[in-house]
């Protein structure tokens, strides 16, 4: 099989994955004339996910072929598709060449499970290693790490990687052994155990030699070697939503407990999609993406805004978020009470859970009221969604007459109808 009939295959083969954001490496470029690339800029080439979100990186498998049968999954081994595999120094090739032609600017590699677990992992840290030990590729790398696989293989993979992920896969143990029985919740917990470990060990190591560069001499140079890097861009994860019944209450518990335990960078939500000669415990159907868009408002209202999960969604309120509004609307028209929030006096926490106001607009409103008190004319000034805030703030020459009327709120939060394009 030729290169190109192969790239076909394993591209379309690695669309899937969602979980390949480049955000948050170290810099590294090569304008001294010293290696190959640089990773500043996070777009890279484009590949599709099934609902047609733009990802940008050369997202590859290094093989389709795969010893499990995880049911969701289009690569599982009783799967009819056509298989391809990659050599090591192929992915290598390939990642030159098109770094060189200017398409990419990294590399997103995971891979089938071949012969075992160790074996699979060997040789997806060997391509990076050979990407930056032999060819000095400064690029954005990202390796998706196999859970089983042993501890020096991980080890060694953050060394080369900027960012690793181990995908959690579903929501739930229960649905794990159901849809993927092969796989263990516990290797993969244990793994992303061990990679915060070493995150947080070179992260550590870092600080400590910014901290005598600091205090030694202006001239004298340090006679330490570099703080060694690992997976400087952190760990993330991906959960396939709607593979199950599964709630989103039970989903962003799960977020929840993956960021607070494992320090995750990201959970990525990945829309089920429903695959060829499926198995007959699927649904037929893929979720509304809407669904996995709500999932995304929520988990960024968990990393930024204080949210816990259960206020965001819990089995209390049928454990599902509303598709027609967004998940700080929802909590804001299901608290009456806690509005109108006074825009001069309410605390940073407050302000951020008033629907409209992002944490930029926050600062800058925390940043105005220490020089007067704030009027309904400077929230415009200040960049700040006027029509969508003031039912819930009071400002001075503004009051609202009564509590958001949720009513309202929903008539204009539903969006326009839509007719349908002439072809
Ligand atoms: S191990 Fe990965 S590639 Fe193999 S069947 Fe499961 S999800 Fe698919």
Redesign the pocket.
Known sequence: MDLNAKLAILADAAKYDASCASSGGTRRDSVQGRGVGSNEGVGICHSYAPDGRCISLLKILLTNY?Q???LY?V??VSSNVPRARFAIDEVVRLTLDFYRRNCIEGLFLSS??IRSPDYTMEQVVEVARRLREEHDFRGYIHLKTIPDAAPELLQRAGRYADRLSINIELPTEGSLLSL?PEKDVSAIKRSMARLRVHIDDAKAEARDHQRVDVVSLPNARPARAKAKSFAAAGQSTQMIVGADATDDATILATSAQLYGAYRLKRVYYSAFSPIPDASSSLPLQAPPLVREHRLYQADWLMRFYGFAADEIASPRSGGMLRLEVDPKLAWALAHPEKFPVDLDRAPRELLLRVPGLGVKAVDRLLLARRVRRLRSEDLKRLHVPVQKVLPFVVVTGHRPAKGPDAAQMLATAKPAPLQAALF
Do not use: H, K, P
Request: aromatic share 10%; charged share 20%; net charge neutral.
């Open positions: 795969c499990y049968d995880c999954c690569n599982r089938g499970i993927a």
